[in-house]
């Protein structure tokens, strides 16, 4: 099993509607998990970080479930500037070496 | 204030010739990273800087790689001998502390004809 799993997609919605990506991780000692943007031929950026169990906001809610080793993310009211590819963070326990999903890649259409 | 900027933006270079290329953190940001990123993929961990020390190298291929911080700051990756699928996207990351949100730079594209 892959360090840090995501489905590439692509994802493709319509303005207005709700869309939830799942990241499942393999290292049950990760305590911090982050949520990266990375639109076409940019360098990521930091979308939400999650240390508990979740966290929100505005139109984002990033939730942490630790039995099943995954974290998600939900867009609510999809935008079409919300078309990016959406990268799951998992730090390998125990150190400071972060392991990247592939993304997964979101597209909102008119 | 600045961001983190990488230099150069673009490089081509030929297949066996040695490539530098610089990366400079947020100021005050102790910790760096760098990584290499393919088209479809996430990053790829290749070497991270507490200060002016590799903590941690594992991600670094083979020994054609290298990285230096010497004064804690600047940062250069250096690739001797450089073969085709050394083509990518480099990108440099910092972060005080160490695992918090990470800034990256724009990248460096290398590509090795």
């Known amino acids: 099993r892959k360090e840090v799993e995501q489905d590439p997609g692509p994802f493709n919605v319509p303005e207005g509607a709700t869309v939830a990506f799942n990241c499942t991780y393999s290292n049950s000692a990760s305590q911090s998990f982050f949520w990266y943007r990375q639109d076409c031929r940019k360098e990521p950026k930091l979308l939400m970080s999650?240390?508990?169990s979740g966290n929100e906001d505005g139109r984002f809610t990033a939730q942490l479930n630790r039995a099943s080793q995954y974290i998600s993310l939900l867009i609510r009211d999809s935008k079409l500037s919300d078309s990016a590819t959406y990268l799951c963070?998992?730090?390998?326990?125990?150190?400071?070496?972060?392991?990247f999903g592939r993304g997964t890649s979101l597209i909102v259409h008119p | 204030g600045a961001g983190v900027s990488q230099t150069p933006s673009n490089k081509v270079t030929e297949k066996g010739k040695y490539v530098e290329l610089r990366c400079d953190p947020i100021s005050g940001h102790t910790a760096l990273y760098w990584y290499r990123q393919s088209l479809g993929q996430g990053p790829e961990f290749l070497i991270y800087?507490?200060?002016?020390?590799?903590?941690?190298d594992s991600g670094l291929p083979n020994d054609r790689f290298f990285a230096v911080r010497p004064e804690g700051s600047v940062s250069t990756l250096k690739i001797q001998r450089t073969e085709r699928g050394d083509s990518a996207v480099y990108l440099c990351?910092?972060?005080?502390?160490?695992?918090?949100?990470?800034?990256f730079g724009p990248g460096t594209r290398l590509t090795v004809t």
């Open positions: 800087f507490q200060g002016t020390g590799a903590a941690d």
């Open positions: 963070v998992v730090p390998s326990g125990g150190s400071y070496i972060p392991t």
């Open positions: 990351a910092s972060s005080s502390p160490p695992l918090h949100e990470q800034y």
């Open positions: 999650v240390y508990s």
